[in-house]
């Protein structure tokens, strides 16, 4: 597939989302989740987020928006309809506009369409230990709210969570 194939379904992919997203008025603040088959842990990290704004009193200004790769279906049935009390909307990329780096591409598309800051998390970045929690969004998000443009942030799993991994590598 060459360049302009996945370009034209890129644009395809976000033509809806890009639709729906124009409803949402005065959001200044888009918590993006690129996923692909995080079942389990998505729900966890929705629920995460909402707290976290909750607890910084932005439900009205900001938009959750996780965006997935097409074999994310089920982890798409795990969020689409959850009650929060934060505004949310997900969607699928199409085949061949797919993967991370789309979904991540999808994101700043609209949260630039809403003229938005925007914060990206890991769909599986719940864990035990150092993993995602409610104040890791307020403590993430204070610096846009004094102008900086760019917070990068490193969250550490625990040392067992992955003990295979580091035996291996």
Same mark, same amino acid.
């Given at each position: 597939?060459?360049?302009?194939?996945?370009?034209?379904?890129?644009?395809?992919?976000?033509?809806?989302?890009?639709?729906?997203?124009?409803?949402?008025?005065?959001?200044?603040?888009?918590?993006?989740?690129?996923?692909?088959?995080?079942?389990?842990?998505?729900?966890?990290? +929705?629920?995460?987020?909402? /707290?976290? $704004?909750?607890?910084?009193? %932005?439900?009205?200004? @900001?938009? &959750? !928006?996780?965006? *997935?790769?097409?074999?994310?279906?089920?982890?798409?049935?795990?969020?689409?309809?959850?009650?929060?009390?934060?505004?949310?909307?997900?969607?699928?990329?199409?085949?061949?506009?797919?993967?991370?780096?789309?979904?991540?591409?999808? +994101?700043?598309?609209?949260? /630039?369409? $809403?003229?938005?800051?925007? %914060?990206?998390?890991? @769909?599986? &970045? !719940?864990?035990? *230990?150092?993993?995602?929690?409610?104040?890791?969004?307020?403590?993430?998000?204070?610096?846009?709210?004094?102008?900086?443009?760019?917070?990068?942030?490193?969250?550490?799993?625990?040392?067992?969570?992955?003990?295979?991994?580091?035996?291996?590598?």
């Amino acid at each position: 597939m060459g360049t302009l194939d996945s370009e034209a379904l890129f644009e395809k992919s976000i033509a809806g989302p890009l639709e729906k997203a124009r409803k949402y008025e005065g959001v200044n603040l888009v918590v993006g989740i690129p996923f692909y088959n995080e079942v389990e842990t998505l729900p966890l990290v +929705l629920k995460m987020v909402e /707290d976290g $704004l909750v607890s910084m009193k %932005a439900t009205d200004k @900001a938009l &959750i !928006i996780c965006a *997935g790769d097409p074999a994310g279906k089920e982890a798409l049935e795990a969020i689409k309809d959850r009650k929060l009390q934060v505004p949310h909307m997900e969607f699928l990329m199409l085949e061949g506009a797919n993967g991370r780096g789309m979904s991540i591409r999808a +994101l700043m598309e609209l949260a /630039d369409m $809403l003229e938005a800051d925007l %914060a990206i998390l890991a @769909a599986d &970045i !719940i864990g035990k *230990g150092a993993g995602l929690q409610p104040g890791s969004i307020q403590r993430m998000l204070k610096p846009l709210q004094y102008g900086y443009d760019l917070v990068l942030t490193s969250f550490r799993r625990q040392y067992f969570e992955d003990l295979l991994g580091k035996l291996f590598l």
